[in-house]
């Protein structure tokens, strides 16, 4: 249970926040929850009918007080303490349904709410505005006086099948505002909210027992809350429906002994987690959600996981150097550490659906809040490359930068879709987490997550110019850090002309062709390179492909000047002579993925002499 503990601890170090409006979901209160209302209805306090307003969704978040089984409820009849759907708080909302069963259902959702409200109005933790909701709600009018304001529709004295800000009528949530009250809004009263907390703890009468959390005795929850993440509102984290199945049967006598949470405890934990879910959760996947969370316990600001230069990215896009880029590094990181004391933690949790009802956590670590900062370095100095970006005025810059977790794995194993490189949301969810892992964790980059975004760079035609880059980008990365954690120290982040390494020399000679081809094409000619066509096959047989692709290069040398053909030929001729060394035997086996590194970075010598070129051209004239 060190996960609950320490959310219980999160919610106690917070709890001066608990029912303040904030960005996200509110740190809720206990017996409290955050719905989203889609109706608001004005009274007064002798509890007449002021008036209606439509929520906006920017608005609609709520805070309602809730009991234990209405806070979890699912298909059963259990009312909320005081704002509900409809069919609960509206008396008169069966008459305006022809279905009898659906009618019947509708008076006994309203019968349990009013009976629910009449016990806390007649309890010594009353209040004026539970009073006057009650006034008005026993007089078993609200369904007229929402048609009368326009507000709902009805035909022949029935409901029309319509919606109010994407809900359907019976499942429209109400809250209330009562006119001549400070705060009037019943979700913002903090003397309701603890009118409420102390009517609750009062009504209370379940089995007590030492709560696991706490290690105090509390009343043991039965039903714990729901909605911690909205992608998967009905999924619980912990649950005890199953008492003919083996859910503890053969190792403990009863459920309680298995779990045993007290309701303070269970709400205090939950309502921090859906809380930092809404407030700072990062998720993988479309649909089929994971969310990943990264929070200090005391409430202190923490650095996300793939938000680098959240302290100090303010300037202007324009090329970034290695030096500069760990320059950057380094006072990001430092700023968010002077945040924390030398003791204070940082908490990393994964959360999912395994089914539509069940939560379960994927990932859990804690660590020092220095040991976190250590460990991302680690990752961010070493996994790097230099990727093409564009200003505002789609003008191109080269900058380094790390690839963000998401962007690894669609490069990986993503496929082209329109003008993106997209994958399923079960391959997103799996292989981010693992990625993840090696992040926090300080563990080697995974050798197939490597090779797999090898194998695409090495495909070029299957994708768009754009995608093309960003692949070959982000794979160059992947290969330095698998480099880096497998030879300490070696880095590739510049041209080595003395590297002998085969796969290496293979990759330059590559761009070499690759240039050289292109360098006698038009303006307007956008059709590819031969030693882009062959790509894949050189990768698998290169010394025949090469020779291939020679032949293929001497119609290109006839259109060169005498300065360009010397100067390719020789570049050609240099490569050649450091691959003789390798031995005959050795030449044409396959390439491994050094190979992308040679290449990309002789790719980029070429544009630094295209660029000096330019440069000498300006100054020229």
């Not at 509206?90 to 019968?111: L, P, R």
């Not at 495909?459 to 480099?483: D, M, Q, W």
């Not at 040398?557 to 035997?585: A, C, D, V, W």
Request: hydrophobic content about 35%; charged content about 25%; overall charge neutral.
């Amino acid at each position: 249970m060190a996960w609950m503990n320490t959310l219980y601890k999160t919610y106690e170090s917070n709890k001066e926040m608990a029912g303040k409006p904030t960005q996200g979901a509110p740190l809720s209160l206990v017996a409290h929850m955050t719905a989203n209302a889609q109706i608001e209805i004005w009274i007064d306090l002798n509890g007449e009918f002021r008036g209606v307003y439509s929520i906006p969704k920017e608005d609609a978040k709520t805070i309602i007080p809730v009991t234990e089984s209405s806070a979890s409820r699912s298909s059963g009849v259990a009312p909320y303490a005081l704002c509900d759907m409809l069919p609960y708080v509206a008396g008169d909302f069966g008459g305006y349904i022809s279905s009898q069963k659906e009618k019947k259902k509708a008076e006994e959702k309203f019968e349990k709410y009013l009976s629910a409200l009449k016990d806390w109005v007649d309890s010594p933790f009353t209040h004026p505005k539970v009073q006057a909701v009650y006034a008005y709600t026993a007089k078993r009018q609200m369904t007229q006086d929402l048609i009368k304001s326009t507000l709902l529709e009805a035909e022949n004295g029935e409901l029309l099948n319509k919606k109010i800000n994407g809900s359907v009528y019976e499942k429209a949530l109400v809250r209330f505002r009562v006119l001549g009250t400070q705060p009037d809004a019943v979700w913002e009263d903090e003397s309701l909210f603890q009118s409420y907390i102390k009517y609750y703890a009062s009504y209370q009468s379940g089995e007590k027992d030492i709560c696991f959390v706490t290690g105090e005795i509390d009343v043991i929850s039965v039903n714990h809350p729901k909605g911690i993440v909205a992608a998967n509102y009905g999924a619980k984290l912990i649950s005890s429906n199953d008492k003919t199945n083996y859910t503890f049967r053969g190792r403990f006598t009863t459920s309680g002994e298995a779990c045993a949470v007290g309701y303070e405890a269970t709400q205090k934990a939950h309502s921090a987690l859906t809380w930092l879910a809404a407030r700072q959760g990062v998720t993988a996947g479309m649909q089929n959600k994971r969310t990943y969370i990264c929070w200090n316990p005391n409430g202190k600001e923490v650095m996300q996981l793939e938000d680098p230069f959240g302290l100090v990215d303010d300037d202007a896009p324009r090329s970034y150097t290695e030096e500069e880029y760990k320059k950057r590094l380094i006072q990001t990181l430092q700023g968010y550490r002077n945040l924390l004391d030398n003791n204070d933690d940082i908490v990393v949790i994964a959360l999912d659906a395994a089914t539509t009802g069940r939560l379960s956590i994927t990932y859990y670590n804690e660590l020092k809040g220095s040991d976190y900062y250590d460990r991302l370095a680690a990752w961010y100095s070493t996994c790097r490359w230099y990727f093409t970006r564009f200003t505002n005025e789609k003008k191109p810059y080269i900058e380094v930068r790390t690839p963000p977790s998401r962007l690894i794995v669609r490069c990986a194993f993503g496929t082209e879709q329109g003008n993106f490189i997209e994958t399923s949301d079960e391959v997103m969810k799996e292989q981010s987490q693992r990625i993840l892992h090696c992040m926090v964790d300080r563990q080697p980059l995974p050798r197939d997550i490597m090779h797999a975004a090898v194998r695409r760079a090495s495909t070029p035609l299957a994708y768009s110019i754009g995608n093309r880059e960003r692949l070959l980008s982000t794979a160059c990365a992947l290969v330095a850090k698998y480099h880096h954690d497998k030879y300490e120290g070696v880095s590739y982040m510049a041209i080595d002309y003395e590297n002998t390494d085969r796969s290496y020399l293979f990759g330059r000679l590559l761009a070499v062709l690759e240039q050289a081809e292109h360098s006698t094409f038009s303006r307007e000619e956008t059709r590819e390179t031969n030693a882009i066509r062959l790509q894949s096959a050189y990768v698998n047989h290169p010394m025949s492909t090469w020779q291939i692709l020679e032949e293929k290069l001497n119609p290109y040398f006839q259109r060169m000047t005498p300065g360009s053909k010397h100067f390719y030929k020789g570049l050609i001729e240099n490569i050649t002579e450091k691959l003789s060394e390798s031995g005959t035997e050795q030449l044409n086996r396959p390439l491994n993925e050094l190979y992308l590194i040679g290449y990309y970075l002789q790719r980029a010598e070429f544009r630094k002499y295209k660029l000096n070129e330019n440069s000498d051209n300006k100054e020229a004239k």
